[in-house]
């Protein structure tokens, strides 16, 4: 398959469908999306326990921040549009101990600062909110969090985009650029006027093939869910989070209901060896686990971000014992047995300066030559998709007229 295109989008997950979709809108022309699998969404946007963030986490004037509040108002607008699952009870973050409270009261800031609707309640009110959560002294309420299926959502907006006249080819491997503007491929030579970068997983090595983000590696963690069982006393009806440790960008096990009612809890944030290491060893490769080995080596001993005490807090809930007691601090009343498998796991691509050992909290985009490369998409990627996308190739049309 030799083909042309204007724009080519290497990766069919949310942050390559919704651009292309805007790809499409802002120019017209040829925008062909390719993605190696054989359907769309078969990684992390449709493994996702697809909780629309509000935006509480994220320090006041970073993209995240903006890009979540406006894509969490508009992602549940485009739900009830198009009449998909969405529920839209709110979340409540809860103390496990005294320490917590600090961080509860700036995360209570933080969502002043970006204009989040959230608010400090006791524990009379947490107990109106959601009868089983359990606090210490008080705990932030956040109403305009909201959970969808993943799936659909990825269902409606590739229908979007081939109904707008975006070109998608599956089964379709990026695999090395021949030149600026021919890209080999599994299936043939793709010449290209622009290319819009959207590999998730894979993301760092597309872009090291055009010279950009030498300083960055992607490190993939993998996030395992449990279920409630149907039998368990246990109730929810929104979100229970924890409070996170502020330092580094993961949440935490928590307690969401989905839109089937089905309640999931997790994720874990397992290190892994294997960029597709979904289960056990399979996916690990030699390749992978040497390079993950080592920058995951030292993150442990250059200790950034606390990233020793996530690590060891993240392998003891490997152990069904270490998750539950993990789940245990955020509810009343939950018994082992309460936990049963549950969806499939998700990984997360999380990026890394290799340089300073750093974990990498904000969205990352660079430009390359004739392309432009979108490096670090994990959570709230996907609540923010719809503006992130029209922010991506707004950064693309001022780099053209530049």
Known sequence: M???????????????????????????????????????ALHASGRNSGVL??????????????????GNQRMRAYCRERGLPINECGKVIVARTVEDLPALDELHRRAQGNGIEASI????????????AKTTERALYVKDTAVVAPQAVMGALLEDAQKEGVGFEFNCAWEHTETVGLARTA?????????????????????????????????????????????????????IYPVPDLRNPFLGIHFTRRPNGEVIIGPSALPLLGREQYS???????????????????????????????????????????FYHEAAGLVRGLEPEDLVVGK?????????????????????????ERSTHVLNANSPAFTSALPFAEHVVQTMELERQG
């Open 2 to 40: 030799d083909d042309t295109c204007d724009f080519l989008v290497v990766g069919a997950g949310v942050v390559g469908v919704t651009i292309s979709r805007e790809l499409r809108r802002r120019y017209g022309g040829r925008v062909l999306v390719i993605e190696k699998e054989p359907s769309a």
């Open 53 to 70: 963030h509000a935006g509480v986490y994220y320090q006041a004037g970073s993209l995240k921040a903006r890009l979540c509040v406006s």
């Open 121 to 132: 309640i006791d524990a009379q009110t947490l107990r109106e909110l959601e009868p089983y």
């Open 280 to 322: 056990g060893l399979k996916g690990a490769n030699a390749s992978d686990a040497f390079s993950m080995g080592k920058y995951l080596l030292r993150l442990f001993i250059k200790n950034r971000d606390h990233f020793r005490s996530l690590a060891l807090k993240e392998i003891s809930k490997m152990t069904k014992n270490g």
């Open 187 to 239: 299936r043939g030579v793709i010449a290209y006027g622009h290319l819009v970068n959207c590999a998730g997983l894979f993301a760092d090595r597309v872009a090291h093939a055009f010279g950009v983000g030498g300083n960055y590696q992607i490190l993939p963690f993998l996030g395992k869910f449990s279920q409630l069982s149907p039998q368990s006393k246990i109730q929810v009806r929104g979100n």
């Open 344 to 368: 499939s796991a998700g990984i997360r691509a999380q990026l890394v300066n290799i340089h300073t050992a750093e974990l990498l909290n904000d969205f990352v985009i660079e430009p390359g």
